[in-house]
């Protein structure tokens, strides 16, 4: 199934020994959008962190393009092509905007080159001279999300990367997922923000308790919104 981006089976996973997730379970297509929605604390952004393997321990299957992963340390994985926009945004103070973009090496090729970014992130542009901590919040996530396509990864994992941002911003950012799944792109979403996830997946996975306990297809999200709604305290 070369057409498989992300296979996850069975995945558990600790931090010490805290045990975080138990057997999660989900795939995601080649050029698809999906969220892990969910409250806080639920596990979703471990998911993340378990396929980059930056959890203390791990288990079960995790394939990436075809090849399992499970046994490989950090870099090898980012190597294979995956991209992930942590929570925290990670943006070096002390660097202006152009090299904090021109910071990560690329991983393979087809990365995109600056003026595409700037293209497709204008305020960047704008903002290339400015040293990392004088960014809004807003231009600070932009920035995080566009250096991981400089490096050629084609599985982006973004976590929260509307929280606590105002709307006009999310609505662009919105605006930036799409344009990046018409490239091509595989995207695993981790949102709490539903109305900005709902119009943009194919596919919702619900995490509660460290595990998937629902599966909503886009085309389902009107019948299934009152469940949706019990789970997620919207």
Same mark, same amino acid.
């Given at each position: 199934?070369?057409?498989?981006?992300?296979?996850?089976?069975?995945?558990?996973?600790?931090?010490?020994?805290? &045990?975080?997730?138990? @057997?999660?379970?989900?795939?995601?297509?080649?050029?698809?959008?999906?969220?892990?929605?969910?409250?806080?604390? $639920?596990?979703?952004?471990?998911?993340?962190?378990?396929?980059?393997?930056?959890?203390?321990?791990?288990?079960?299957?995790?394939?990436?393009?075809?090849?399992?992963?499970?046994?490989?340390?950090?870099?090898?994985?980012?190597?294979?092509?995956?991209?992930?926009?942590?929570?925290?945004?990670?943006?070096?103070?002390?660097?202006?905007?152009?090299?904090?973009?021109?910071?990560?090496?690329?991983?393979?090729?087809?990365?995109?080159?600056?003026?595409?970014?700037?293209?497709?992130?204008?305020?960047?542009?704008?903002?290339?001279?400015?040293?990392?901590?004088?960014?809004?919040?807003?231009?600070?996530?932009?920035?995080?999300?566009?250096?991981?396509?400089?490096?050629? $990864?084609?599985?982006?994992?973004?976590?929260?990367?509307?929280?606590?941002?105002?709307?006009?911003?999310?609505?662009?950012?919105?605006?930036?997922?799409?344009?990046?799944?018409?490239?091509?792109?595989?995207?695993?979403?981790?949102?709490?923000?539903?109305?900005?996830?709902?119009?943009?997946?194919?596919? &919702?996975?619900?995490?509660?308790?460290?595990?998937?306990?629902?599966?909503?297809? &886009?085309?389902?999200?009107?019948?299934?919104?009152?469940?949706?709604? @019990?789970?997620?305290?919207?």
């Amino acid at each position: 199934m070369s057409n498989v981006a992300l296979e996850v089976k069975n995945l558990e996973s600790w931090y010490g020994e805290s &045990h975080i997730l138990h @057997g999660v379970n989900f795939s995601v297509r080649d050029g698809e959008v999906v969220t892990l929605l969910g409250r806080n604390g $639920a596990g979703r952004s471990t998911i993340l962190k378990t396929i980059l393997g930056l959890t203390s321990k791990r288990k079960g299957s995790i394939e990436v393009f075809g090849k399992e992963t499970i046994a490989l340390p950090t870099y090898q994985i980012a190597r294979l092509g995956i991209g992930y926009c942590p929570e925290e945004r990670g943006i070096f103070a002390s660097l202006d905007t152009e090299e904090n973009l021109l910071l990560p090496p690329k991983v393979s090729s087809g990365g995109m080159d600056v003026e595409e970014i700037y293209e497709m992130f204008p305020n960047l542009y704008e903002r290339r001279n400015s040293p990392g901590t004088r960014l809004s919040g807003g231009e600070q996530q932009m920035l995080a999300m566009a250096r991981i396509l400089r490096t050629g $990864a084609k599985l982006l994992l973004l976590d929260e990367i509307t929280e606590g941002l105002a709307p006009v911003i999310v609505q662009k950012l919105g605006e930036v997922v799409t344009k990046l799944r018409n490239k091509g792109f595989t995207i695993v979403l981790v949102e709490q923000n539903f109305r900005f996830a709902a119009g943009l997946a194919d596919r &919702h996975y619900v995490v509660e308790g460290g595990q998937i306990v629902e599966v909503v297809q &886009h085309s389902e999200l009107e019948a299934k919104a009152e469940l949706l709604n @019990g789970y997620l305290g919207v």
